[in-house]
């Protein structure tokens, strides 16, 4: 083979692994890998005794997953032409022209089937259909709805961001107990806090591209009131675990400590405001959230 083939067939299989990365970066990996992990906490905590069953565990991880990013291709898809005109996102292949709109819609096409199939087939209907009104909810509502139209966009789509640990436990026990809703409710409360406050050092990005967040209709201040006020009703509505005795000394102990952090960053954020202070207490939001729901794990194992 001369110089020029393998010159050639390098650049083509260069250029097929950039297309495939680019459909994996339309899935939002690192926002997917976040919900898989409280979809699988929540297949955890519904066993009360024991360990649920791997093969279980395993289709509904891959079905959940598969169709949340089948939904986050569907929002780059509808979210393309702001996209672009954001510092954040301007770099996702669709503004990039890396992909085009009809192949993202094939592919989140293909992805969702392929995850709702997976959980009707191999978890069960409930979960199926649970996980199939999470994606419009999120691709739909809250997307092409809840967005564009009201600062109050985050408050009302933050219902599907819960819902991962409602699936992950209508997996395993086939029902949605009150014990998988209080995990809705810790997620539901969180969602504000932790958007806002990426969006209090993005709202440049939010105001250019026409998006009525909450820093760009009723200011930086009321905003970070609200961060604070939320992350308070979060810090209440994480003790209720313990109070319904679905978790022992082990989480309060966590969701205290964490809770405190949490309450630290909002209240610095409201008196002292920063876009690097913003940023951190954007991150640790994440982190928080992983180390709740771990804690929630280990100590229904720990047994505290």
């Not at 139209?149 to 026990?173: E, H, K, Y």
């Not at 809705?184 to 990005?205: C, E, G, K, N, Q």
């Amino acid at each position: 083979m001369s110089a020029r083939h393998m010159r050639i067939l390098t650049l083509d299989r260069h250029a097929g692994a950039r297309r495939l990365h680019a459909f994996y970066v339309l899935t939002k990996p690192r926002v997917n890998s976040l919900i898989v992990f409280c979809a699988v906490i929540g297949m955890f905590l519904a066993v009360p005794e024991g360990l649920p069953d791997a093969g279980l565990v395993l289709a509904a991880t891959v079905g959940i997953g598969f169709v949340a990013g089948a939904a986050a291709a569907v929002n780059c898809l509808i979210e393309s032409h702001l996209d672009a005109r954001m510092a954040r996102t301007r770099a996702r292949p669709l503004p990039r022209g890396e992909l085009m709109p009809g192949e993202t819609l094939c592919f989140a096409g293909v992805l969702g089937g392929a995850g709702l199939s997976i959980l009707h087939q191999w978890v069960n209907p409930l979960t199926m259909w649970l996980t199939l009104a999470t994606f419009v909810g999120y691709a739909v509502v809250y997307t092409v709805l809840l967005k564009p139209r009201t600062p109050q966009n985050i408050v009302i789509g933050g219902a599907s961001g819960a819902m991962p640990p409602v699936l992950g436990w209508a997996a395993v026990s086939g029902e949605v107990s009150a014990d998988a809703l209080l995990l809705f409710l810790i997620v539901f409360a969180w969602t504000p806090p932790h958007f806002w406050s990426l969006a209090l050092y993005r709202t440049a990005d939010y105001a250019r591209a026409g998006l009525p967040m909450l820093p760009v209709t009723h200011g930086p201040e009321f905003t970070r009131l609200s961060v604070l006020l939320y992350t308070c009703i979060l810090f209440g509505v994480t003790l209720l675990p313990f109070a319904t005795r679905m978790s022992g000394v082990l989480y309060l102990a966590a969701a205290v400590a964490l809770g405190v952090g949490f309450l630290r960053h909002a209240w610095r954020l409201y008196t002292d405001y920063s876009d690097a202070l913003a940023r951190r207490t954007f991150r640790f939001s994440i982190l928080y959230l992983f180390l709740l729901f771990a804690a929630l794990l280990a100590d229904h194992y720990l047994k505290f």
